[in-house]
């Protein structure tokens, strides 16, 4: 089955810095990748997803970034804020009316 | 329109004993989806209802169960609590008829097991 490795586990920044977190799976059939931010004690919501007949997706300060040959897709924050500070789950799915696989999770700080 | 709510929020129960956790998903939505979630293991899927049928099963033992009602209200239940069962079980619940079926999550029940 589908299997998502996110890397890193915790990540700090300074405010203004930029983030990438990243995401590898392992079915080449996986086409559609969604990425989920949860806040402290909230639960998870859906801040940017991508298609894989698309390499890049942008969304003011958030973006995020395919490579289909590698099997990896990225989470790009630009000019990061003391509200981007979240627990950030990527997660890939094999195809319409299949489950989500979830990554384990990136804890993201931003440090005033 | 009204979230999707889970209730119990919280629960304290006892090795041995069952629990019941309830989720209403939006009104419309046809998809109920359930993870457990503990510190450092991420969102494990547990399984996914659809139209009262269950669509997908993930890699759990067969203490957990569930199931979903005509009005797409779904519970699920875990038989003989282990300590490990401690965790916060998320619902969510689609369309599950789109192409991208953007998941949309309650707040949790946050299960203590002693």
């Known amino acids: 089955g589908e299997n998502v490795e996110q890397h890193p586990s915790t990540l700090s920044v300074q405010e203004g810095d930029s983030a990438v977190i990243k995401c590898t799976y392992s079915?080449?059939?996986?086409?559609?990748f969604p990425w989920y931010k949860q806040e402290l004690g909230k639960r998870p919501q859906l801040i940017i997803d991508i298609r894989s007949n698309v390499g890049e997706k942008k969304d003011q300060r958030i973006a995020v970034t395919l490579n289909k040959t590698a099997k990896h897709f990225s989470l790009h924050i630009t000019e990061t804020q003391p509200e981007d500070s979240a627990v950030y789950f990527c997660?890939?799915?094999?195809?319409?009316?299949?489950?989500?696989?979830f990554g384990p999770g990136t804890r993201l700080s931003v440090l005033p | 329109k009204a979230g999707v709510t889970q209730t119990p929020r919280y629960l304290i129960k006892t090795r041995g004993q069952q629990v019941t956790l309830s989720c209403s998903p939006i009104?419309?939505?046809?998809?109920v989806s359930w993870y457990q979630q503990t510190p450092g293991q991420g969102l494990q899927f547990l399984f996914e209802?659809?139209?009262?049928?269950?669509?997908n099963k993930g890699n759990f033992p067969g203490r957990f169960s569930g199931r979903q009602f005509s009005n797409s209200r779904s519970e699920m239940n875990v038989s003989t609590l282990e300590l490990g069962d401690s965790a916060l079980y998320l619902c969510?619940?689609?369309?599950?008829?789109?192409?991208?079926?953007?998941?949309?999550f309650g707040e949790g029940s946050r299960l203590t097991v002693l």
């Open positions: 079915d080449s059939a996986s086409n559609y």
């Open positions: 009104s419309g939505h046809r998809s």
């Open positions: 997660a890939a799915r094999y195809n319409y009316g299949q489950n989500f696989v």
């Open positions: 209802y659809f139209s009262e049928t269950q669509r």
């Open positions: 969510a619940s689609s369309s599950g008829q789109d192409h991208t079926g953007e998941l949309f």
